[in-house]
């Protein structure tokens, strides 16, 4: 169970000039009238099954982009969550007439790019090879085969990616505000879980493929050089045949705002910062005329260096950074204001955050912030215009919202136009200050008290489900109580205590990197560590009773400080048969559900740098967690290990499987030997001679 520094050790080592002179730079140039922007032209044609073709001709450069998409709403996908993802992205990974292979080595062939997802799929190459690319593409999306084989890959990347979820703060926030926000029975409020996921079938693949790709509901749109009645021709030879369909019509209620504002906050116990989303759910649909003067009052708020930023970072210097996202969507949108602050600031960003979202409610924008806005919003319209797929993206959205079609030639007209009273007008109207949502991940401890100004908190476990918290009378016992129970039904004191030296070696895999692990402690306190990275090189780390040293490729070095006081608790042989004898101090902080299991939260500190937090099953009082932080070259990283499948050795109860998360990474260790009292020389334990 020493396996806390080896995690900190593995992350670490993986780890022309203008004459200005006659301007006022103290005066703002007078705005011009916005000009018109070069939007192209293009061609709307209807086919017999009902796919509309968009055509925008562009020959300054020999290219071509094919831009399709199957134009429905959002659908509830209940136990098979993830299913439409899934099947979305396997259409390019083999068709009926060809394997992945063949469709990888064709694509590179004419040099192309073919790549698809749940509702889209987008393609681009050489005009030269334009009737090649539309067979590819057609191939693709009428005849997928959903290979098993390729699905079974995805569905294993996609298990690893959520188990990564659990771990990331910020990934933990979003399905967090996620879930809150519009609520699981919305398609915007539920998110796969390794149970959905496990439950995709080739089958299902199928099933929702027939069910929603039909071409009636489909926009194909193609920008580049090309002859129109060539790509016409194409089209009808390529998806002429395809028949039309009805795609489901899906039920579901609108999310509610809250009649207050609410706090729904995930506990890291060791976290050091707070990872917080306030948001807001906004009815502002795609056609509606508040979705330029909302995108500019955004813009001024925190839609990139502007009033959080400025207010969070640069005066306060909580952050190194804090935006805000608002944007239209027809089914329902939603306003996000998103930082990360240390623990002790937490609730005070909070305040700076509502005082902005208050005072662009309250105050009219001055001209120059207005302006300055108003040119970033242009800035970044422009410059979109420079790639294709954006034309055919904007292309399809006049069409498929009903948008005027000088929509985006008059784009810049219309934010020119954007007024300091439209700015406060919407900001009025769309922004409620008082009805937010405040998600946020991070230490209970440090900031929940704190918390309870802005709103009823609502605890949640790293799944967004919600946790009743036991009440403390519910604890019956102590914490020197509890670990007994642990020593208990791991083997007793007795047969722990006949333990002088424990050797365990242990493998796992890390970003393709096969570990190999050796740790070995001895009594009373004795630690070392040997971790091979693959053959490639070898880390030691040891701790005699008194000093600890690390070894690696970079030469050997003392370990101090906070890094010391932490590898003297892991050179415990019997930490929970020792711990007092240290002076480290244990509390029983409360009961956690995880995993719908009820946990006893048990708070370690050794001193005021050293401090962890562990759990242990309210009924078989096993350890299943331990949290804390550890030192990097990055500063203060946050690490969870997870013990499962216990197993007896020689009369000990010992994890067979350790999975440690930390940095982004996660790691599958299990354990391959464990010895006991083989003799071990203390000779390992000192610092070798450089």
Not at 195 to 210: A, G, P
Not at 468 to 478: A, G, H, M, Q, R
Not at 519 to 534: Q, R, T
């Amino acid at each position: 169970m020493k396996m806390k520094l080896i995690i900190s050790i593995i992350m670490i080592t993986i780890s022309s000039q203008f004459n200005l002179a006659q301007l006022d730079r103290t005066k703002i140039p007078a705005p011009s009238e916005a000009p018109a922007v070069s939007f192209p032209d293009y061609d709307l044609v209807t086919m017999k099954n009902g796919m509309r073709v968009i055509l925008v001709k562009d020959d300054e450069l020999p290219t071509i982009s094919i831009s399709f998409l199957i134009d429905r709403e959002p659908q509830l996908e209940g136990e098979f969550a993830g299913s439409i993802g899934i099947m979305g992205q396997l259409l390019r990974n083999g068709t009926k007439t060809r394997t992945k292979d063949k469709l990888d080595e064709e694509i590179d062939l004419i040099g192309g790019r073919i790549s698809s997802f749940s509702t889209n799929v987008s393609a681009s190459g050489l005009a030269k090879y334009t009737e090649k690319l539309f067979e590819l593409t057609s191939d693709i999306i009428l005849n997928p085969a959903f290979p098993q084989d390729e699905l079974d890959k995805v569905k294993e990347q996609a298990i690893s990616g959520l188990k990564y979820r659990k771990t990331d703060p910020n990934s933990i926030v979003s399905i967090l505000r996620q879930k809150v926000l519009y609520g699981s029975n919305h398609p915007y409020g539920e998110f796969e879980t390794e149970e959905s996921i496990s439950k995709i079938t080739q089958q299902k693949c199928f099933e929702l493929y027939n069910s929603l790709f039909k071409p009636n509901q489909a926009m194909i749109a193609v920008v580049g050089d090309f002859d129109k009645k060539k790509i016409l021709n194409l089209l009808e030879k390529y998806f002429g045949s395809w028949k039309k369909g009805q795609i489901p019509e899906p039920k579901f209620a609108a999310p509610q705002i809250p009649s207050q504002t609410n706090v729904a906050m995930v506990d890291r116990p060791s976290s050091v910062q707070s990872v917080i989303r306030v948001s807001q759910v906004v009815d502002l649909k795609r056609n509606s005329p508040d979705v330029m003067p909302v995108s500019i009052m955004n813009t001024i708020l925190g839609g990139g260096i502007f009033r959080l930023f400025i207010n969070l970072r640069e005066k306060h210097s909580y952050t190194y950074g804090a935006y805000s996202s608002m944007g239209p969507d027809d089914l329902i949108g939603n306003f996000t204001a998103s930082t990360s602050v240390r623990n002790e600031v937490t609730d005070s960003a909070l305040s700076q955050i509502f005082y902005e979202l208050n005072r662009i409610r309250d105050e009219k924008v001055e001209s120059k912030e207005l302006e300055m806005a108003k040119n970033y919003v242009s800035g970044s319209f422009v410059q979109s215009l420079e790639r294709a797929e954006s034309i055919a993206d904007y292309a399809i959205e006049i069409e498929r919202y009903n948008l005027p079609k000088d929509y985006y030639k008059t784009y810049l007209k219309r934010i020119y136009n954007v007024s300091a009273d439209d700015v406060q007008r919407v900001a009025k109207q769309y922004l409620k200050p008082n009805q937010m949502t405040i998600a946020l991940v991070g230490s209970a401890a440090e900031v929940k008290e704190k918390l309870a100004k802005f709103g009823p908190i609502t605890m949640y476990d790293e799944d967004a489900n919600i946790i009743v918290e036991k009440p403390l009378s519910e604890i019956k016992l102590t914490a020197d109580e509890l670990l007994a129970k642990f020593v208990e039904v791991s083997g007793g004191a007795e047969k722990l205590n006949s333990v002088k030296d424990r050797t365990v070696e242990l493998s796992g895999l890390v970003q393709n990197i096969n570990l190999k692990v050796k740790v070995v402690n001895k009594a009373p306190a004795k630690l070392y560590l040997e971790i091979d990275f693959g053959g490639m090189f070898t880390q030691k780390i040891g701790y005699d009773g008194v000093k600890g040293w690390a070894v690696s490729p970079q030469g050997t070095m003392d370990i101090e400080g906070s890094n010391l006081s932490d590898l003297k608790t892991q050179a415990l042989i019997n930490f929970y048969l020792q711990y007092k004898d240290f002076s480290i101090k244990a509390n029983i902080a409360g009961i956690k559900t995880i995993k719908e299991k009820d946990y006893y939260e048990v708070v370690f500190e050794a001193d005021t740098t050293n401090k962890w937090t562990e759990y242990f099953g309210k009924d078989d009082f096993l350890k299943f967690r331990q949290i804390k932080s550890a030192e990097s070259p990055a500063g203060k990283v946050e690490q969870t290990t997870d013990y499962l499948d216990y197993k007896d050795y020689g009369g000990i109860l010992y994890p067979a499987k350790q999975v440690q998360s930390v940095m982004g990474q996660l790691i599958d260790l299990k354990v391959d030997k464990l010895e006991v009292n083989t003799g071990v020389d203390d000779a390992i334990f000192v610092k070798p001679v450089k």
